[in-house]
């Protein structure tokens, strides 16, 4: 992992001003975001940009977190800061992570392996999508040392669940993620507009399509539909890639599922299981009774129920429910140092980066991934010390006032 202060960044950053140079990404997110949709061709712009509905939680996100505003104290002595936090025994060089998401090769050649290498260098974990455009194992190895999770759907197929997760594991998964939010796919308003669904043009499938139990699944729909082909000609690649696409749409979401199928998930890894989508104290709670080993506060980054609370209204009630029993993450809406600063304060213990990370990706590649965290993890550093933490073990409820 490099070594990373926020005032080398900064004085570097400056320095290179003196020469003309302006740095990689503009730290100003909306105009990266802006940037980056103006990059994105129509389909990608709407698959990143789109909320559910009316778009109400993606707004809702980003609203809340200003209704809670830091209390800046001073004269701490704040000289020696250290951003790095352990999660669920995972060792990370600031409190957040990526996101997992989707399709990222519909912004960049090489998806989320560059997010891979750009995240590598940081010590800022990634979770991997099960929509992955590259196959876990190549992710994982491009990430080195720094850690990664797995984020899975479940499946219609448990055959398929449990491949996905023996799979995480024997790459070095840290964690299976499970995404609870997304049993069907949301009203998504601009991509109904476009009538665009990257999943039908066989994109972010290929956690499927390198995995032996979903081929299998692939070759026995194969034979029944058409008995005569033969595997050998080029008419059955084509076939055999049609029918991948057709399938995952009809395998990858599972609408029955009830909290008794955890015991299965269970049952398939030793590895900490965290549920993804929980906005309800009730479901923490039910979280922790069910063996679960973390909660992952999340909307979805509003993509799934318009009108939904937000992820950082939602936390306060499932932090004085769980009372610590487990660890908490939270995404939806970050996007600099005091969403992060908040959250904690509000009792995360780490939050994850979503679409920035995707327009850094789309701007600069890899190197841009790599820039979009150093720059979330120098704005996390000073905004806790100017807020007079130290650490993350400082950053606390009296932070914070809501307003
Ligand atoms: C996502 N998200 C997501 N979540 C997940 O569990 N599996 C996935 O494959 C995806 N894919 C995905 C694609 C795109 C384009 C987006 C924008 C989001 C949700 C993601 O993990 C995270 O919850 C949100 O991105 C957080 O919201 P913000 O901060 O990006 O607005």
């Keep these: 992992m490099e070594k990373f202060t926020a005032q ?11 020469q003309g140079k302006r740095p990689l990404l503009t730290p100003l997110w909306k105009k990266m975001e802006e940037l980056a949709y103006a990059k994105m061709e129509e389909g990608a712009r709407s698959y990143i940009n789109g909320g559910a509905g009316l778009g109400h939680t993606v707004d809702n996100n980003r609203n809340d977190f200003n209704k809670y505003r830091i209390v800046p104290r001073m004269l701490k002595n704040v000289e020696v800061r250290d951003t790095s936090t352990q999660v669920l025994g995972v060792d990370m060089a600031a409190p957040f992570f990526l996101c997992p998401v989707g399709v990222a090769e519909m912004v960049h050649p090489e998806g989320d392996l560059a997010i891979a290498k750009g995240a590598a260098p940081t010590g ?3 979770i991997f999508s099960n929509q992955g455009s590259f196959p876990m194992e190549d992710c994982a190895a491009a990430m080195g040392e720094t850690p990664h999770f797995f984020q899975l759907y479940w499946s219609k197929s448990r055959a398929l669940v449990s491949s996905f997760v023996k799979r995480a594991e024997a790459c070095g998964a840290r964690g299976i993620v499970l995404t609870l939010d997304t049993t069907l796919l949301g009203w998504r308003t601009g991509d109904m507009d476009i009538a665009y669904l990257p999943f039908l043009l066989g994109k972010g499938i290929a956690q499927y399509t390198s995995d032996p139990v979903f081929r299998g699944l692939v070759e026995d729909e194969i034979a029944q539909e058409h008995p005569d082909l033969d595997k050998q000609s080029p008419k059955y690649k084509e076939v055999f890639g049609q029918t991948c696409a057709i399938l995952f749409t009809k395998i990858y979401n599972n609408s029955s599922t009830t909290w008794d199928d955890l015991a299965f998930l269970r049952d398939q890894t030793s590895l900490p299981i965290i549920l993804k989508g929980i906005l309800h104290k009730d479901d923490a709670k039910l979280a922790v009774k069910y063996g679960m080993d ?6 979805h980054g509003g993509r799934q129920v318009d009108g939904s609370i937000s992820s950082i209204a939602a936390l306060p009630k499932i932090v004085k429910a769980i009372k610590k029993q487990i660890p908490i993450m939270m995404d939806s809406g970050i996007r600099g140092g005091a969403d992060v600063f908040k959250a904690l304060a509000l009792g995360a213990d780490a939050v994850g980066l979503g679409r920035p990370h995707i327009f850094a990706l789309t701007l600069a590649g890899a190197e841009g991934v790599t820039e979009v965290i150093r720059h979330l993890q120098a704005d996390f550093e000073l905004t806790m010390a100017l807020s007079g933490c130290k650490n993350v073990g400082e950053i606390n409820r009296a932070c914070i006032v809501k307003s």
Excluded: A, F, K
Aim: hydrophobic share 25%; proline share 5%.
């Design 294 to 299: 973390g909660i992952y506060v999340s909307n």
């Design 124 to 126: 800022i974990p990634y």
């Design 8 to 18: 080398d960044y900064q004085m570097q950053t400056y320095g290179g001003g003196l």
